[in-house]
């Protein structure tokens, strides 16, 4: 570090670390977690109590994911993954100065009038309720799940598939005052519509064929806690009139009964689709959508987060190594580049089974491009191929197809084989011998990767 212009103040644990900073604050801390006498956590715990926690990285592998998170809850304001390179460090430390001293006017300004604002306030990255986040739409949306958990309020929870619906769900649960309780979740398109009656309200003995017992539904097995219908503009209609009596009386009825049930549930909705969308299109009542929507939370998607993939990245490799036995250690700088650049249309979902992926796929300990397989289509074909009227060759209609789907590859890749061979789905030699062979002129390349 001091080799790229950096002053360095040297300290050989926590202890001696706490000595210098006694009587100097630097620009910026590089932290090791694992260190003799004093960790890194028991530094910044001592310096947060203190309220003079500068500005600090702290140092993990991937193992010490969680330690990592809780530092950075304790006012650090990122982490660097053991193994890495100097000039990964330095860029890092460089640009959280930069943000720090930006930042400076305005937090100087909001704690003006605080005399004593909790630290908590500044910390850029959060570990809430199983959820990762440090991009701003993520931690405003845990500060509205901390404001709205308090209240028994109805909450709609829209946002696309595999962006972590339920578990937004789960932490309005557990941040509650319901906690105690049940949590009970389903999923009302996954269910026939002719259980579904019977398995939200339960039903009575002999009330159709196979009822041969008396059977509590989930409202009941939810009572004193939290019911999560997922899914729920796919509620048939006719149950969707139950369901607005049940959030407006507070009882249910089970199948073939003749008497009512109270109970005790705070309900929350859930949707990929815009449950407005559906009320237009006359398939979801207007009154139930407004009962249901008391509180609207939007969850961002991974594309609309992406501060957020190096932390996702190394938790899911975390939790991989855990439960497979794996022994992954890094994302190389490549690879970690193109996840951050790939645009998830799958979400959080796809991001995990991508890295799961690639972390039984990888022949070291480092993912690598090579470790990588992303969802990527070729570029579509403006328009379907022209062959001659008089000819109905299959060869000759490959080879149209063919030209088309090199030309366009090539063109999304600024005229990088190597990867123009990936969106193709063909090996880089087999590309370079069609090339040659149907004549075809590529772009000069640019050296950029493919756009996703």
């Known amino acids: 570090m001091a080799e790229a212009g950096w002053h360095v103040l040297r300290a050989a644990d926590g202890a001696a670390a706490l000595d210098v900073l006694r009587n100097q604050t630097p620009d910026a801390m590089l932290l090791d977690l694992q260190m003799p006498r004093m960790s890194g956590l028991e530094v910044l715990e001592v310096l947060a109590r203190q309220g003079r926690v500068p500005v600090t990285l702290v140092m993990s592998a991937f193992g010490g994911l969680d330690a990592a998170l809780q530092a950075l809850r304790l006012g650090a304001v990122d982490f660097v993954s053991k193994p890495f390179r100097l000039a990964e460090v330095d860029l890092k430390v460089r640009l959280a100065v930069e943000r720090s001293r930006k930042a400076a006017p305005s937090a100087q300004q909001a704690r003006a009038g605080r005399k004593d604002a909790p630290h908590e306030a500044e910390v850029p990255a959060r570990l809430f309720h199983g959820m990762v986040g440090r991009s701003a739409p993520m931690l405003n949306l845990f500060k509205q799940i901390d404001r709205v958990a308090r209240f028994g309020s109805t909450v709609l929870i829209s946002g696309e598939s595999g962006t972590g ?118 398939l979801f009542r207007e009154d139930l959508f407004y009962r249901l929507s008391v509180i609207e939370l939007a969850v961002p998607a991974l594309r609309e987060r992406r501060d957020d993939i190096e932390l996702l990245v190394a938790h899911t490799v975390e939790r991989a190594n855990q439960r497979l036995g794996t022994k992954i250690r890094s994302v190389t700088p490549q690879a970690m580049a193109r996840l951050v650049a790939y645009d998830w249309p799958g979400n959080v979902r796809e991001l995990q089974n991508c890295i799961e992926q690639a972390c039984i796929l990888s022949e070291t300990e480092d993912i690598d491009l090579e470790s990588l397989h992303l969802g990527r289509a070729p570029e579509p074909i403006q328009s379907a191929p022209v062959i001659r009227s008089d000819s109905l060759s299959i060869p000759a209609a490959i080879e149209v197809a063919e030209r088309s789907l090199i030309t366009a590859a090539l063109a999304r890749t600024g005229g990088n084989r190597t990867h123009a061979a990936e969106l193709l789905d063909i090996s880089p030699r087999n590309l370079q011998y069609k090339i040659r062979a149907y004549g075809i002129d590529s772009p000069a390349p640019t050296g950029r990767p493919p756009k996703n």
């Open 165 to 282: 619906k339920e578990l937004v769900a789960k932490a309005i649960h557990a941040a509650s005052p319901r906690a105690r309780g049940p949590f009970v979740a389903v999923n009302c398109g996954a269910i026939q519509p002719n259980l579904l009656e019977s398995e939200l309200f339960g039903h009575v003995r002999g009330a159709f064929t196979d009822a041969h017992s008396d059977r509590k539904g989930l409202f009941e097995e939810a009572h004193g806690g939290t019911l999560l219908l997922d899914e729920i503009v796919d509620l048939p209609l006719h149950l969707q009139v139950k369901l607005l009596r049940v959030l407006q009386d507070g009882e249910v009825r089970r199948v073939g009964g003749n008497k009512d049930i109270a109970v005790d549930v705070r309900v929350l909705a859930a949707s990929a689709i815009p449950a407005r969308q559906r009320v237009r299109e006359g």
